[in-house]
């Protein structure tokens, strides 16, 4: 919308850049353009505003398809108005000369034309197509007929408009059959889901048994391998046992061969000692045997004073002495001493 400022019963106006101007003063046109500023009397001047800038048009409306089911088509047009006079010729875009606002609607019969032609062209189409076809193809179908039955409108160039693109949104059924056709997608997906959570229970399962049978292969191998080891135990055992007994027999006979020789040893040391003795017995005897009784007696009281006990004194009676002395005073004994 215009800026129209008062001044001393005078207008200023002063448009937008996107805002093609026309002004028109007592029948002739004064002013015409875009981005317009100027002044003029409100009593006497004609205004017209016409936008030139791209517009969106949302629209929604219903359709039925082939096979009888209304569908809700959702679709946005860009378009603009390319040629001004023309389109402010065939529409109303004047303007109140005080306050600058439109005192028709030229943007709702724009959008109305625009939706009933649209709408027109999406009916044509959806009437030949299958729910189904349409749920998947239809909005591509629905598009490129809309935007080619928009270009070739004729009203739309008369008016000095201009389609610049079409977009369909969606294309959607009422909700109790969209939840229907859901149906079978979401039973088909439960049983895949089914299917895999069934071929990951029997991957577990196999997974599993062939746990258990490593695991049963290991027992097995390990009480083969215990049994092995008892084995060879008992082979090392009776192998130290016979190796023990064969060493206790060398030791045995060894220690046999030694008391063996130690008694003959002995036997000998002892034989020879036993000669040794009758040899030095008989030469004491044959000495003996040789000596005179006087001599015998004499060692036989050497020998007496050795074994006998210490004597402090000696008491020696008159009778004693007496043959003593007669004793030693005979010949035998002086010859003998």
């Known amino acids: 919308m215009a800026d129209i400022t008062r001044r001393f019963g005078w207008r200023h106006l002063r448009s937008a850049p996107t805002a093609h101007i026309r002004h028109h003063t007592r029948g002739k046109l004064a002013h015409d353009g875009r981005g317009l500023s100027f002044w003029y009397r409100s009593l006497s001047a004609a205004l017209s505003e016409v936008p030139v800038d791209d517009r969106e048009l949302a629209m929604a409306f219903h359709a039925r398809t082939a096979d009888f089911q209304d569908v809700t088509v959702q679709a946005t047009v860009t378009y603009r108005i390319s040629d001004p006079a023309e389109a402010a010729n065939r529409l109303d875009f004047s303007v109140d000369p ?3 606002s439109w005192r028709g609607a030229p943007l709702e ?13 999406t009916l044509d189409v959806l009437a030949r197509t299958p729910l189904a076809a349409a749920l998947v193809d239809g909005v591509a179908s629905v598009r490129e007929r809309v935007a080619t039955g928009l270009t070739a409108e004729p009203r739309l160039p008369a008016t000095g408009i201009d389609v610049v693109a079409v977009r369909v949104v969606a294309i959607r059924p009422e909700a109790e059959v969209e ?3 859901r149906t079978p997608a979401r039973e088909q997906i439960q049983q895949e889901a089914d299917r895999a959570t069934y071929e990951r ?3 577990a399962v196999e997974r599993e048994r062939a746990i258990a049978e490593n695991e049963l292969a290991s027992q097995i191998e390990l009480a083969r391998r215990e049994e092995q080891l008892v ?3 008992g082979t090392n055992a009776r192998r130290e046992a016979e190796e023990k007994a064969a060493a206790d027999g060398v030791r045995t006979e060894a220690a046999a061969a030694r008391t063996v020789r130690l008694a003959r040893a002995e036997a000998e040391a002892a ?3 036993g000669g040794a003795r009758a040899e030095a017995q008989a030469a004491w005897l044959r000495v003996h045997g040789e ?8 060692l ?7 074994n006998l006990p210490r004597v402090e004194s000696i008491t020696l009676s008159p009778d004693v002495l007496t043959g003593l002395l007669a004793r030693l005073g005979r010949p035998e004994g002086g010859a003998g001493a």
Request: proline letters at 2%; hydrophobic letters at 40%.
């Open 271 to 273: 034989r020879e000692t």
């Open 179 to 181: 939840r229907a056709l």
């Open 300 to 306: 036989a009281a050497t020998r007496l004073a050795e």
């Open 98 to 100: 005080d306050t600058g």
């Open 201 to 203: 229970r029997a991957v």
């Open 291 to 298: 000596a005179d009784p006087a001599t015998l007696h004499a």
């Open 231 to 233: 084995d060879q135990r």
């Open 109 to 121: 019969q724009i959008a109305t034309l625009l939706t009933e032609t649209a709408q027109q062209h």
